[in-house]
């Protein structure tokens, strides 16, 4: 039997991730180029789970890996991607796992690594998978059976939560030993738990569209939703492939694609008001809402259909790639009158005094996302934090000399950390 093409595709990203890529583009562009949709799932899950667990698996190898640990960053990510199967799926049967790491090596690392891969996943399947799972012609495996047999695994970090956490949970170190620091044992485990979590999707629908009329056209369209969180939030029932959420958004144009928190915390800012010490609606006509730091432009159709009626609204970001993103949500959502400006915050093209209200919602570590970016938790550097914290407030002040006298400042992040 051959090498799986998409077990190769699968490797070839992670070595790019591993290098210090994005994720995102890489895997949109190579789910892109595959036909069937079952290929296109089998895809995204080996790369999200061998990234998001990586940490897991190098604790596992490190008590079945009898010579010294692999240097090849190829061979390092094919037993990442092979453990991903055998302890984080449940839908691969083990000898199928196996032997195709056999095949991926041959391909991409070395015949003469070959056996060697075959005897480490050998013996974690002797060692860590139940019995019902070790029959060939099972493929409903018991995930949470294997959890329990890999934890005695981790039992010699137990005396050093730091360790322990990170390795368990899949975490960098540096960033557990924050968190334990300033939210206790508790709510780090928690913290690290939820952020290993699958996101649910969910969308937000734009005024003045009909939020159950929509609900019943993406029932037609495939995609069962339920109301979630506030006015307009719902949330799908049903997992949808990339291919069918893009023609999903195509199609029904007030939809968008926004976490619930996200939601949650663009109505609570929203809903404030300005106070403008301006005279006259001569003088207050002249002044812009602004989204600062604009892209992808959830944020920026949300502020215009809240503000636009009494201010002209304008989207800023400040890169090419980025206004480009913006520009395809405001033509999707078919809001038009908002002004798209490449510009950087911290030279603001507009003068002094000439908003009603600015949006702020700035580069910041994502320590709060990590479930949507599983590669962000290794790529951050620990000075992250506190340089992106310069800059937000760099960001923040420049946001505030923007305002007219009376004018809101709105700032959102979505870090967990203290600069």
Known sequence: MKADP????????????????????LLDQALDNLEAPRSRAFLAELVRGSIQWRERYRQVLNSFVARKFPDDERLLQLLYLSLHQLLGLDGVAPFA???????????????????????????????????????????????????????????????????????WYSHPQWLVKGWLDRFGRSQTEAICAANNQRPPLFFHVLEPADVQQLTRDLEEAGCSVVPAGGSGGLKALNRIGRHP????????????????????????????RVNLAADGDQAE?????????????????????????????????????????????????????IQVIMGDGLVPPLAAGSCAGVLLDGPCSGTGVLRHHPEGRWQMPRRSPRRNGRLLTQLAENAADLLAPGGLLMYATCSLEQP
């Open 6 to 25: 998409v077990r190769l595709l699968a490797l070839d990203l992670l070595v790019q991730v591993s290098g210090g890529a994005l994720l995102d583009p």
């Open 97 to 167: 796992a196996i032997h195709q790491a056999g095949e991926v090596c041959r391909v991409r690392v070395s015949e003469k690594q070959v056996g060697f891969v075959n005897g480490v996943l050998q013996a974690v399947r002797r060692e860590l998978l139940p019995e019902s799972d070790n029959d060939d012609r099972n493929t409903g495996p018991d995930l949470r059976a294997r959890e329990e047999r890999m934890r005695p695994l981790f039992a010699e970090l137990e005396s050093d939560p730091v360790r322990w956490l990170s390795a």
């Open 245 to 272: 959420l893009r023609e999903i958004l195509e199609r029904f144009g007030s939809l968008l694609v926004q976490d619930i928190t996200v939601q949650e915390a663009t109505a609570w800012l929203l809903d404030a």
């Open 285 to 337: 006509s002249r002044l812009w809402a602004l989204d600062m730091c604009a892209a992808p432009g959830g944020k920026t159709v949300r502020l215009a259909a809240r503000w636009q009626s009494d201010f002209p609204v304008a989207a800023m970001d400040n890169r090419p790639a980025r206004v480009a993103l913006l520009r395809d949500t405001l033509n999707r959502t078919g809001l038009g009158g």
